[in-house]
């Protein structure tokens, strides 16, 4: 192992863990911030911080105060906020950065995809449908709420108001079968789907269910990454970037 030192791991993600657990295994010391949203987050191996840093500038500020030799930005691929902090603040740090994101999804035949950039356009999109499974997330649940239509909602903590007034809300932590996700859709006549371009075999069930239902699926695409960069897909790219020690990233690279 390089003497890349201490390493920050951005994020709640299976990547993030699995990542934290393989640095751990290698005798790396390793710091993993969750955003705290999850009443009950799954706890990756080393050190692990709860809560904002308070933007780019905190995240800067704690950079500063905290030996670290580098951070893996291995947040959720929609976590725009926090992955703009992250090339914001490591650049003003000279700190190396590097983007841990795992791959879209692909679709397959007989997917029924439309695809849209925001959940505003998805909430337009399904306007029409009697029975809407929304898969997008606690966070962004405003966007639906002026829907009339049935709305499932499935998190893992109960949502926040403002919902759509005909709402269901199931809380359950994934991952979830495809018999799960077929049963279902079917116990709620779910006529559309509706989720984030997340990526990841965790949450790509519910996908397989609907092509084998013949149930639409409206998929919001995924947000621009911050340019200069580095970005990989897998945690083993990303260890072994770790493992290589790179060198500082200033905001002239």
Request: with cysteine; hydrophobic share 45%.
């Amino acid at each position: 192992m390089s003497g890349t030192g201490r390493v920050l791991v951005l994020g709640g993600t299976g990547e993030a863990r699995r990542l934290a657990g393989a640095l751990v295994a290698e005798g790396v010391e390793v710091v993993s911030s969750l955003a705290g949203r999850v009443a009950d987050p799954v706890l990756p191996p080393g050190e692990v911080r709860i809560g904002g840093f308070g933007g780019a500038a905190g995240l800067a500020a704690w950079l500063g105060a905290n030996p670290v030799g580098a951070v893996v930005d291995a947040t959720h691929p929609f976590a725009t906020t926090m992955t703009a902090s992250a090339a914001e603040a490591c650049a003003v740090t000279g700190h190396p950065l590097l983007r841990l994101q795992r791959p879209g999804w692909t679709a397959q035949p007989g997917d029924d995809w439309r695809w849209v950039d925001t959940l505003e356009e998805a909430a337009a999109a399904v306007q029409g449908f009697g029975s809407v499974f929304l898969t997008t997330g606690r966070q962004g649940l405003g966007a639906f709420a002026g829907l009339t239509a049935r709305c499932l909602v499935r998190s893992v903590d109960p949502p926040a108001s403002p919902l759509p007034g005909r709402t269901s809300v199931v809380l359950a932590r994934g991952p979830f079968s495809v018999d799960d996700e077929r049963a279902l859709l079917r116990e709620h006549a779910v006529d559309v789907v509706v989720t984030k371009d997340s990526g990841g075999h965790m949450t790509a069930a519910k996908l397989t269910a609907a092509r084998e239902l013949g149930v639409p699926v409206v998929l919001v695409r995924r947000p621009p990454l911050p340019p200069g960069v580095p970005v990989v897909v897998t945690v083993d790219d990303a260890l072994s970037w770790v493992r290589a020690g790179p060198g500082p990233r200033t905001s002239a690279d």
